[in-house]
Protein backbone atom coordinates (compact mmCIF):
# COMPACT_ATOMS: atom_id res chain seq x y z
CA UNK A 1 0.00 0.00 0.00
CA UNK A 2 1.21 3.64 -0.82
CA UNK A 3 2.57 5.05 2.57
CA UNK A 4 0.35 8.63 3.03
CA UNK A 5 1.97 11.70 3.88
CA UNK A 6 1.24 11.71 7.49
CA UNK A 7 -0.25 15.75 7.24
CA UNK A 8 -0.86 17.79 4.19
CA UNK A 9 1.63 20.12 3.01
CA UNK A 10 -0.10 22.47 1.30
CA UNK A 11 -3.85 23.91 1.93
CA UNK A 12 -5.91 25.60 -0.71
CA UNK A 13 -7.96 28.37 0.88
CA UNK A 14 -10.99 28.51 -1.48
CA UNK A 15 -12.30 31.63 1.03
CA UNK A 16 -15.25 32.79 -1.61
CA UNK A 17 -16.95 31.86 -4.04
CA UNK A 18 -17.59 35.26 -5.47
CA UNK A 19 -15.98 36.89 -8.36
CA UNK A 20 -15.93 40.04 -10.57
CA UNK A 21 -14.96 37.99 -13.42
CA UNK A 22 -16.57 34.99 -15.24
CA UNK A 23 -13.95 33.34 -17.15
CA UNK A 24 -15.67 30.60 -19.13
CA UNK A 25 -12.47 27.98 -18.10
CA UNK A 26 -13.17 28.48 -14.57
CA UNK A 27 -12.83 25.50 -12.49
CA UNK A 28 -14.58 26.38 -9.96
CA UNK A 29 -17.89 23.82 -9.41
CA UNK A 30 -21.28 24.92 -11.42
CA UNK A 31 -23.00 25.01 -8.19
CA UNK A 32 -21.59 28.14 -5.98
CA UNK A 33 -21.38 28.54 -2.08
CA UNK A 34 -22.81 31.94 -1.60
CA UNK A 35 -22.10 34.58 0.75
CA UNK A 36 -23.87 33.84 3.86
CA UNK A 37 -22.60 30.56 3.96
CA UNK A 38 -18.63 31.81 4.08
CA UNK A 39 -16.64 30.79 6.61
CA UNK A 40 -16.00 33.57 9.12
CA UNK A 41 -12.82 35.68 9.86
CA UNK A 42 -11.96 33.45 13.08
CA UNK A 43 -12.62 30.09 11.85
CA UNK A 44 -10.65 30.69 9.28
CA UNK A 45 -7.73 31.75 11.26
CA UNK A 46 -8.30 28.73 13.61
CA UNK A 47 -8.04 26.41 10.56
CA UNK A 48 -4.70 27.80 9.55
CA UNK A 49 -3.51 27.96 13.27
CA UNK A 50 -4.50 24.30 13.19
CA UNK A 51 -2.67 23.77 9.18
CA UNK A 52 0.49 25.35 10.76
CA UNK A 53 0.59 22.77 13.63
CA UNK A 54 0.00 20.29 11.46
CA UNK A 55 2.87 20.48 9.82
CA UNK A 56 1.28 22.38 6.38
CA UNK A 57 4.20 24.36 5.02
CA UNK A 58 1.89 26.97 2.50
CA UNK A 59 -1.32 28.43 1.93
CA UNK A 60 -2.62 29.35 -1.41
CA UNK A 61 -5.60 31.89 -0.64
CA UNK A 62 -7.84 31.52 -4.11
CA UNK A 63 -11.55 31.37 -4.73
CA UNK A 64 -13.25 32.69 -6.45
CA UNK A 65 -11.65 35.59 -5.95
CA UNK A 66 -9.78 36.14 -2.92
CA UNK A 67 -9.59 39.80 -2.83
CA UNK A 68 -13.84 39.46 -2.79
CA UNK A 69 -12.97 39.05 0.77
CA UNK A 70 -12.75 42.23 2.93
CA UNK A 71 -10.25 40.31 5.48
CA UNK A 72 -8.12 39.26 3.61
CA UNK A 73 -5.46 41.05 5.37
CA UNK A 74 -6.16 39.69 8.56
CA UNK A 75 -6.02 36.29 7.02
CA UNK A 76 -2.52 36.25 5.24
CA UNK A 77 -1.28 37.91 8.76
CA UNK A 78 -3.11 34.83 10.40
CA UNK A 79 -1.33 32.69 7.73
CA UNK A 80 1.95 34.21 9.15
CA UNK A 81 1.47 33.93 12.86
CA UNK A 82 0.88 30.25 11.75
CA UNK A 83 4.35 29.76 10.39
CA UNK A 84 2.79 29.21 7.08
CA UNK A 85 3.80 30.40 3.33
CA UNK A 86 0.81 32.75 2.34
CA UNK A 87 0.34 32.83 -1.78
CA UNK A 88 -2.42 34.61 -3.45
CA UNK A 89 -3.89 33.24 -6.29
CA UNK A 90 -5.81 36.14 -8.15
CA UNK A 91 -7.08 38.59 -11.22
CA UNK A 92 -6.16 41.22 -9.31
CA UNK A 93 -9.21 42.70 -8.95
CA UNK A 94 -10.32 44.66 -6.65
CA UNK A 95 -6.73 46.08 -5.92
CA UNK A 96 -5.13 49.02 -5.18
CA UNK A 97 -1.82 49.84 -4.11
CA UNK A 98 -3.09 51.00 -0.39
CA UNK A 99 -4.33 48.06 -0.09
CA UNK A 100 -1.07 45.80 -1.79
CA UNK A 101 0.95 47.42 0.53
CA UNK A 102 -0.73 46.11 3.71
CA UNK A 103 -0.84 42.58 2.32
CA UNK A 104 2.61 42.79 1.96
CA UNK A 105 3.12 44.05 5.64
CA UNK A 106 0.82 41.65 6.64
CA UNK A 107 3.61 39.46 5.43
CA UNK A 108 1.99 38.40 1.71
CA UNK A 109 4.73 35.93 0.33
CA UNK A 110 3.73 35.61 -3.25
CA UNK A 111 0.96 36.75 -5.68
CA UNK A 112 0.03 34.44 -8.27
CA UNK A 113 -1.71 36.83 -11.11
CA UNK A 114 -3.88 35.45 -13.64
CA UNK A 115 -4.29 36.31 -17.03
CA UNK A 116 -6.57 35.79 -19.89
CA UNK A 117 -4.24 36.41 -22.83
CA UNK A 118 -1.82 39.04 -23.96
CA UNK A 119 -4.21 41.50 -25.74
CA UNK A 120 -6.96 43.26 -23.81
CA UNK A 121 -9.81 42.01 -26.43
CA UNK A 122 -9.67 38.40 -26.28
CA UNK A 123 -8.62 38.92 -22.75
CA UNK A 124 -11.85 40.54 -21.71
CA UNK A 125 -13.82 38.16 -23.69
CA UNK A 126 -12.69 35.21 -21.56
CA UNK A 127 -13.07 37.01 -18.77
CA UNK A 128 -16.74 37.92 -19.49
CA UNK A 129 -15.62 41.48 -18.68
CA UNK A 130 -12.98 44.66 -18.68
CA UNK A 131 -9.75 43.19 -16.28
CA UNK A 132 -7.20 43.02 -18.23
CA UNK A 133 -5.66 46.92 -17.88
CA UNK A 134 -5.82 46.42 -14.48
CA UNK A 135 -4.08 43.18 -13.88
CA UNK A 136 -0.78 45.00 -15.99
CA UNK A 137 -1.65 47.46 -13.14
CA UNK A 138 -1.28 44.64 -11.12
CA UNK A 139 2.08 43.81 -12.05
CA UNK A 140 3.74 46.47 -11.68
CA UNK A 141 2.90 47.56 -8.32
CA UNK A 142 3.75 43.83 -7.40
CA UNK A 143 7.49 44.18 -9.07
CA UNK A 144 8.03 47.47 -7.32
CA UNK A 145 7.58 45.38 -3.82
CA UNK A 146 9.39 42.30 -2.21
CA UNK A 147 7.17 39.53 -2.69
CA UNK A 148 7.59 36.74 -5.74
CA UNK A 149 4.74 37.55 -8.17
CA UNK A 150 3.74 34.63 -10.83
CA UNK A 151 1.74 35.23 -13.93
CA UNK A 152 -0.64 32.56 -14.96
CA UNK A 153 -1.57 32.64 -18.39
CA UNK A 154 -4.51 30.18 -19.38
CA UNK A 155 -4.44 29.13 -22.60
CA UNK A 156 -6.68 27.28 -24.89
CA UNK A 157 -7.87 27.20 -28.32
CA UNK A 158 -9.16 30.09 -28.58
CA UNK A 159 -5.66 32.32 -27.83
CA UNK A 160 -3.13 29.46 -28.56
CA UNK A 161 -2.41 31.15 -31.78
CA UNK A 162 -1.06 34.37 -29.46
CA UNK A 163 1.02 32.58 -27.22
CA UNK A 164 4.39 34.36 -28.75
CA UNK A 165 2.96 37.51 -27.33
CA UNK A 166 1.55 36.41 -24.35
CA UNK A 167 5.76 35.26 -24.15
CA UNK A 168 7.11 38.60 -25.22
CA UNK A 169 4.33 40.28 -22.24
CA UNK A 170 6.30 37.95 -19.70
CA UNK A 171 9.62 39.21 -20.36
CA UNK A 172 8.40 42.44 -20.47
CA UNK A 173 6.46 42.47 -16.83
CA UNK A 174 9.86 39.82 -15.64
CA UNK A 175 8.26 38.31 -13.15
CA UNK A 176 9.89 35.93 -10.87
CA UNK A 177 7.77 32.70 -12.12
CA UNK A 178 5.02 32.32 -14.98
CA UNK A 179 2.86 29.36 -15.57
CA UNK A 180 1.07 28.54 -18.92
CA UNK A 181 -1.50 26.76 -18.05
CA UNK A 182 -3.41 24.91 -20.47
CA UNK A 183 -7.44 24.48 -19.58
CA UNK A 184 -7.96 21.18 -17.52
CA UNK A 185 -11.63 20.59 -18.05
CA UNK A 186 -13.34 20.33 -15.04
CA UNK A 187 -16.29 22.71 -13.90
CA UNK A 188 -17.27 25.75 -16.48
CA UNK A 189 -13.95 24.45 -18.57
CA UNK A 190 -15.87 21.40 -18.74
CA UNK A 191 -19.08 22.88 -19.80
CA UNK A 192 -17.06 25.17 -22.12
CA UNK A 193 -14.76 22.16 -23.70
CA UNK A 194 -15.07 22.08 -27.37
CA UNK A 195 -14.65 25.44 -27.47
CA UNK A 196 -11.68 25.25 -25.35
CA UNK A 197 -9.64 22.15 -25.90
CA UNK A 198 -6.81 23.39 -28.96
CA UNK A 199 -6.06 21.06 -31.93
CA UNK A 200 -3.05 18.77 -31.85
CA UNK A 201 -1.44 21.13 -34.49
CA UNK A 202 -1.90 24.12 -31.84
CA UNK A 203 -0.47 22.01 -29.18
CA UNK A 204 2.57 20.58 -30.71
CA UNK A 205 3.15 24.19 -31.72
CA UNK A 206 2.76 25.71 -28.17
CA UNK A 207 4.87 22.98 -26.84
CA UNK A 208 7.61 23.86 -29.20
CA UNK A 209 7.30 27.73 -28.12
CA UNK A 210 7.16 26.89 -24.16
CA UNK A 211 10.37 24.53 -24.67
CA UNK A 212 12.10 27.41 -26.18
CA UNK A 213 10.80 30.21 -24.18
CA UNK A 214 12.13 27.43 -20.44
CA UNK A 215 15.57 27.32 -21.81
CA UNK A 216 15.82 31.13 -22.73
CA UNK A 217 14.88 32.42 -19.63
CA UNK A 218 16.11 29.83 -17.33
CA UNK A 219 17.60 31.37 -14.16
CA UNK A 220 15.74 34.51 -14.96
CA UNK A 221 12.22 33.71 -14.51
CA UNK A 222 11.01 30.15 -14.20
CA UNK A 223 8.85 28.59 -16.34
CA UNK A 224 6.34 26.14 -16.06
CA UNK A 225 3.62 24.85 -18.16
CA UNK A 226 0.78 21.83 -18.19
CA UNK A 227 -0.14 19.93 -20.99
CA UNK A 228 -3.86 19.29 -21.45
CA UNK A 229 -3.94 15.67 -20.16
CA UNK A 230 -6.72 14.57 -23.01
CA UNK A 231 -3.89 14.79 -25.46
CA UNK A 232 -1.13 13.09 -23.15
CA UNK A 233 -0.27 9.02 -23.11
CA UNK A 234 -0.89 8.47 -19.46
CA UNK A 235 -2.32 10.79 -16.97
CA UNK A 236 -1.47 12.98 -14.48
CA UNK A 237 -0.50 12.47 -10.88
CA UNK A 238 -3.86 14.57 -9.88
CA UNK A 239 -3.01 16.77 -7.05
CA UNK A 240 0.24 14.41 -6.35
CA UNK A 241 -2.40 11.47 -4.90
CA UNK A 242 -5.73 11.47 -3.92
CA UNK A 243 -5.13 12.64 -0.22
CA UNK A 244 -1.29 12.70 -0.31
CA UNK A 245 -0.45 15.95 -0.07
CA UNK A 246 -2.94 18.61 -0.32
CA UNK A 247 -6.13 19.43 1.49
CA UNK A 248 -8.63 21.91 -0.03
CA UNK A 249 -11.16 24.01 1.95
CA UNK A 250 -14.35 25.47 0.16
CA UNK A 251 -15.95 28.56 1.13
CA UNK A 252 -18.25 27.27 3.82
CA UNK A 253 -15.49 25.16 5.38
CA UNK A 254 -15.83 21.33 3.39
CA UNK A 255 -12.18 19.54 3.46
CA UNK A 256 -12.22 18.25 0.31
CA UNK A 257 -9.15 16.51 -1.71
CA UNK A 258 -9.84 18.55 -4.43
CA UNK A 259 -11.50 21.03 -5.80
CA UNK A 260 -13.37 18.89 -8.37
CA UNK A 261 -14.37 16.27 -5.60
CA UNK A 262 -18.30 16.77 -4.80
CA UNK A 263 -18.96 15.49 -8.53
CA UNK A 264 -18.14 12.24 -7.40
CA UNK A 265 -21.77 10.40 -5.72
CA UNK A 266 -21.50 9.05 -2.22
CA UNK A 267 -18.48 10.70 -0.66
CA UNK A 268 -19.21 12.34 2.69
CA UNK A 269 -17.07 15.98 3.16
CA UNK A 270 -16.28 17.09 6.92
CA UNK A 271 -16.62 20.24 7.77
CA UNK A 272 -13.55 22.04 9.58
CA UNK A 273 -15.88 23.62 12.15
CA UNK A 274 -16.86 20.55 13.12
CA UNK A 275 -13.78 18.51 13.27
CA UNK A 276 -10.45 18.94 13.98
CA UNK A 277 -8.17 19.47 10.74
CA UNK A 278 -5.55 16.76 11.99
CA UNK A 279 -8.76 14.07 12.07
CA UNK A 280 -10.31 15.00 8.64
CA UNK A 281 -6.74 14.50 7.25
CA UNK A 282 -7.03 11.00 8.78
CA UNK A 283 -9.58 9.62 9.21
CA UNK A 284 -12.50 11.35 7.14
CA UNK A 285 -13.91 9.00 4.55
CA UNK A 286 -14.08 10.96 1.54
CA UNK A 287 -10.08 11.23 2.36
CA UNK A 288 -9.49 7.72 2.74
CA UNK A 289 -11.89 6.69 -0.25
CA UNK A 290 -8.93 6.32 -2.49
CA UNK A 291 -6.01 6.54 -0.69
CA UNK A 292 -3.58 3.30 -1.14
CA UNK A 293 -4.28 0.92 -3.85
CA UNK A 294 -6.80 -1.70 -2.87
CA UNK A 295 -9.73 0.41 -4.68
CA UNK A 296 -7.79 0.20 -7.93
CA UNK A 297 -9.38 -1.41 -10.98
CA UNK A 298 -7.36 -3.10 -13.35
CA UNK A 299 -5.01 -1.79 -15.31
CA UNK A 300 -3.94 0.24 -12.79
CA UNK A 301 -3.97 -2.48 -10.32
CA UNK A 302 -1.18 -4.43 -11.47
CA UNK A 303 0.56 -1.06 -13.58
CA UNK A 304 4.19 0.02 -12.66
CA UNK A 305 2.87 3.21 -12.87
CA UNK A 306 0.67 3.06 -10.08
CA UNK A 307 2.91 4.81 -7.32
CA UNK A 308 3.87 7.76 -10.28
CA UNK A 309 0.33 8.44 -11.20
CA UNK A 310 -2.30 6.91 -9.00
CA UNK A 311 -3.94 5.92 -11.71
CA UNK A 312 -4.80 9.32 -12.60
CA UNK A 313 -7.63 11.84 -11.85
CA UNK A 314 -10.61 10.49 -10.06
CA UNK A 315 -12.76 13.17 -10.76
CA UNK A 316 -12.23 12.90 -14.46
CA UNK A 317 -12.89 9.22 -14.34
CA UNK A 318 -16.38 10.26 -13.52
CA UNK A 319 -16.66 12.88 -15.35
CA UNK A 320 -15.78 10.93 -18.83
CA UNK A 321 -16.50 7.03 -17.76
CA UNK A 322 -19.47 7.29 -14.88
CA UNK A 323 -17.10 5.49 -12.58
CA UNK A 324 -15.26 7.27 -10.17
CA UNK A 325 -12.19 4.31 -9.48
CA UNK A 326 -12.11 3.62 -13.08
CA UNK A 327 -8.51 4.19 -14.57
CA UNK A 328 -8.53 7.74 -15.68
CA UNK A 329 -9.98 7.17 -19.06
CA UNK A 330 -7.29 9.76 -20.38
CA UNK A 331 -4.75 6.95 -20.16
CA UNK A 332 -3.40 4.87 -22.74
CA UNK A 333 -3.67 1.83 -21.30
CA UNK A 334 -7.53 2.33 -20.28
CA UNK A 335 -10.18 0.62 -22.04
CA UNK A 336 -12.03 3.94 -22.00
CA UNK A 337 -9.69 5.56 -23.72
CA UNK A 338 -11.51 6.09 -27.31
CA UNK A 339 -14.01 8.06 -25.46
CA UNK A 340 -11.10 11.05 -24.85
CA UNK A 341 -10.23 9.99 -28.61
CA UNK A 342 -13.62 10.71 -30.10
CA UNK A 343 -13.81 14.33 -28.42
CA UNK A 344 -10.33 14.79 -29.73
CA UNK A 345 -11.61 13.20 -33.66
CA UNK A 346 -14.33 16.24 -33.09
CA UNK A 347 -11.96 19.48 -31.82
CA UNK A 348 -9.19 18.27 -34.84
CA UNK A 349 -11.81 17.83 -37.18
CA UNK A 350 -13.43 21.70 -36.27
CA UNK A 351 -11.61 24.57 -38.05
CA UNK A 352 -10.58 26.84 -35.31
CA UNK A 353 -13.11 30.13 -35.43
CA UNK A 354 -11.72 32.87 -36.92
CA UNK A 355 -10.38 35.76 -34.14
CA UNK A 356 -13.43 37.85 -35.14
CA UNK A 357 -15.81 35.34 -34.68
CA UNK A 358 -18.43 35.12 -31.91
CA UNK A 359 -18.40 32.14 -29.90
CA UNK A 360 -21.63 31.50 -27.72
CA UNK A 361 -19.49 30.47 -24.69
CA UNK A 362 -21.08 29.51 -21.56
CA UNK A 363 -19.89 32.22 -18.75
CA UNK A 364 -19.15 31.52 -15.36
CA UNK A 365 -22.05 33.00 -12.87
CA UNK A 366 -21.94 34.59 -9.21
CA UNK A 367 -22.76 32.91 -6.26
CA UNK A 368 -26.24 33.67 -4.98
CA UNK B 1 28.44 27.14 -14.46
CA UNK B 2 30.60 29.02 -12.20
CA UNK B 3 29.47 32.01 -10.47
CA UNK B 4 31.66 34.83 -9.20
CA UNK B 5 33.52 34.09 -5.99
CA UNK B 6 32.99 37.39 -4.75
CA UNK B 7 29.00 38.16 -5.84
CA UNK B 8 27.15 37.89 -2.75
CA UNK B 9 23.89 35.39 -3.09
CA UNK B 10 20.74 36.40 -1.42
CA UNK B 11 17.54 34.69 -1.47
CA UNK B 12 15.19 36.43 -4.20
CA UNK B 13 12.06 37.76 -3.40
CA UNK B 14 9.26 35.08 -1.66
CA UNK B 15 11.91 32.81 -1.14
CA UNK B 16 12.59 32.15 2.57
CA UNK B 17 13.60 29.83 4.93
CA UNK B 18 10.93 28.56 7.49
CA UNK B 19 11.10 29.37 11.12
CA UNK B 20 13.71 28.28 12.86
CA UNK B 21 11.22 26.35 15.15
CA UNK B 22 9.80 24.64 12.51
CA UNK B 23 11.26 20.96 11.60
CA UNK B 24 12.21 20.11 9.09
CA UNK B 25 13.82 23.34 7.73
CA UNK B 26 12.94 24.17 4.27
CA UNK B 27 13.37 26.81 1.57
CA UNK B 28 9.82 27.98 0.54
CA UNK B 29 8.92 29.85 -2.95
CA UNK B 30 6.07 30.00 -4.99
CA UNK B 31 4.63 26.25 -5.27
CA UNK B 32 7.66 24.53 -4.37
CA UNK B 33 9.51 23.86 -1.16
CA UNK B 34 12.53 22.02 -1.37
CA UNK B 35 13.76 20.18 2.30
CA UNK B 36 17.19 21.37 3.99
CA UNK B 37 19.63 19.22 5.99
CA UNK B 38 22.98 19.70 6.71
CA UNK B 39 24.84 21.10 4.38
CA UNK B 40 22.32 22.66 2.31
CA UNK B 41 20.67 24.07 5.14
CA UNK B 42 24.21 25.82 6.29
CA UNK B 43 24.49 27.19 2.74
CA UNK B 44 20.70 28.58 2.56
CA UNK B 45 21.15 29.95 5.78
CA UNK B 46 24.29 32.44 4.28
CA UNK B 47 22.59 33.25 1.31
CA UNK B 48 21.92 36.64 2.91
CA UNK B 49 23.34 39.55 0.37
CA UNK B 50 26.53 39.61 2.87
CA UNK B 51 28.38 36.07 2.38
CA UNK B 52 30.24 36.08 -0.44
CA UNK B 53 30.39 32.82 -2.64
CA UNK B 54 33.96 32.62 -1.59
CA UNK B 55 33.26 33.00 2.18
CA UNK B 56 29.95 29.98 1.46
CA UNK B 57 32.73 28.07 -0.02
CA UNK B 58 35.63 28.84 2.90
CA UNK B 59 32.80 28.26 5.64
CA UNK B 60 31.78 25.13 4.53
CA UNK B 61 35.24 23.49 4.06
CA UNK B 62 35.82 24.56 7.53
CA UNK B 63 32.77 22.92 8.93
CA UNK B 64 33.06 19.49 6.92
CA UNK B 65 36.66 19.47 7.32
CA UNK B 66 36.61 16.10 6.47
CA UNK B 67 35.37 16.27 3.11
CA UNK B 68 37.77 17.21 0.45
CA UNK B 69 38.04 20.93 0.06
CA UNK B 70 37.42 20.56 -3.75
CA UNK B 71 34.35 18.27 -3.64
CA UNK B 72 32.69 20.82 -1.09
CA UNK B 73 33.50 23.55 -3.47
CA UNK B 74 32.19 21.40 -6.11
CA UNK B 75 29.03 20.89 -4.72
CA UNK B 76 28.51 23.87 -3.10
CA UNK B 77 28.43 25.98 -6.56
CA UNK B 78 26.42 23.08 -7.98
CA UNK B 79 24.09 23.80 -5.27
CA UNK B 80 24.14 27.67 -5.99
CA UNK B 81 23.35 26.65 -9.61
CA UNK B 82 20.16 24.70 -8.97
CA UNK B 83 18.96 27.10 -6.37
CA UNK B 84 19.75 29.95 -9.17
CA UNK B 85 17.78 27.55 -12.35
CA UNK B 86 14.91 27.70 -9.70
CA UNK B 87 14.99 31.49 -9.44
CA UNK B 88 15.71 31.19 -5.92
CA UNK B 89 18.81 33.85 -5.89
CA UNK B 90 20.04 36.75 -6.80
CA UNK B 91 23.58 37.85 -6.95
CA UNK B 92 24.53 41.34 -6.08
Not at chain 1, 29 to 54: C, D, F, I, M, N
Not at chain 2, 51 to 60: A, E, K, N, R, Y
Not at chain 2, 62 to 72: D, G, H, L, M, T
Request: charged share 25%; proline share 6%; aromatic share 6%.
Amino acid sequence: MNGTVSHPLALVAEITHRCPLHCVYCSNPLKLSGRVRELSTSAWSRVLGEAGKLGVLQVDFTGGEPLARPDLVGLVRAARSAGLYASLITSGTPLDEKRLDELVKAGLDHLQLSFQGAREEIADEIAGTKAHAQKLRVAEWVKRRRIALTLNFVIHRRNLERLEEMVELTKAIAPSRVEFAHVQYYGWAFANREALLPTRGQLDRSLEILKRAEEELRGRIRVEYVVPDYYAKYPKACMGGWGRKIMLITPAGEALPCHAAKVIPGLTFENVEARPLREIWEDSGAFRKFRGEEWMQEPCRTCDRRAQDFGGCRCQALLLAGDAAATDPVCSLSPQRPRVDAILTEVNAAPLAPASSKIEWLYRTNPA
Amino acid sequence: MTQDPNSRPRLAPGCRLNEKTQQPRVLLMPERALRLNGPSLEIVERCDGKHTVQQIISDLQRIYSRAEPERVEKDILGYLDLLKNERALEFE
